[in-house]
């Protein structure tokens, strides 16, 4: 699943931003990753996190909770802001509290500190199955609607009529998929 031919035929690697301070697990995720045939990236810092994420085309960012510069968090809000990039969130602390908000915002999964590279491995192959080409084709869709139910794919916000509706991410994710196929069964 980390390369895949595109419509002319050519292979693409898989290309993923790890934004974490902790330099050696970056260079650890770097050389696992690389050798499971991922292009892999790293900055060390929130608000570096977030313009890098937001001015290349990446298909995943994994992303740790405690950063300098600005929290993972609050990261995340701004990556989902303008981007629909599958993100993998990290963290040392293992808060029922923080997976769920981390989720809740727009985290498409959630690895605690310490973890095996194998996993995190399984995880992101997981996430790019389920979000399939959702990174590179970010902007094609970037809203949903269906009589008065509006979704904004970017910021992830639901609308009936004019009023926001607030949604977990799992809602907001059967929502975007039953307003993609009105009428349609869809397989669970």
């Known amino acids: 699943m ?10 693409i690697t898989n290309k993923i931003l ?3 301070d902790d330099v050696e697990l970056c260079e650890l995720v770097q050389q696992y990753l690389g050798s499971q045939g991922f292009h892999v990236d790293a900055v060390h810092d929130g608000t570096a996190g977030v313009s890098e994420s937001l001015s ?10 405690m ?9 995340l809000r701004q990556i989902r802001a303008k981007s629909a990039v599958p993100v993998v969130m990290l963290t040392a602390h293992g808060e029922d509290v923080d997976r769920i908000v981390g989720l809740e915002i727009g985290a498409d999964d959630y690895m605690p500190k310490p973890f095996n590279p194998r996993e995190l491995a399984a995880r992101i192959h997981a996430v790019l199955r389920r979000t399939a080409g959702t990174a590179r084709e970010g902007k094609a869709q970037s809203a949903v609607a269906l009589g008065d139910i509006r979704l904004d794919m ?3 916000t639901a609308y009936q009529k004019d009023r926001q509706v607030e949604l977990t991410s799992a809602e907001f994710e059967l929502l975007a998929q039953f307003l993609k196929a009105p009428g349609q069964v869809l397989a669970r």
């Open 67 to 75: 950063l300098p510069g600005i929290r993972g968090f609050e990261a």
């Open 154 to 156: 970017l910021s992830r």
């Open 18 to 20: 790890v934004v974490d």
């Open 2 to 11: 980390q390369a895949r031919s595109d419509a002319t035929g050519e292979w």
């Open 56 to 65: 290349n085309t990446y298909d995943l960012v994994i992303l740790d909770v």
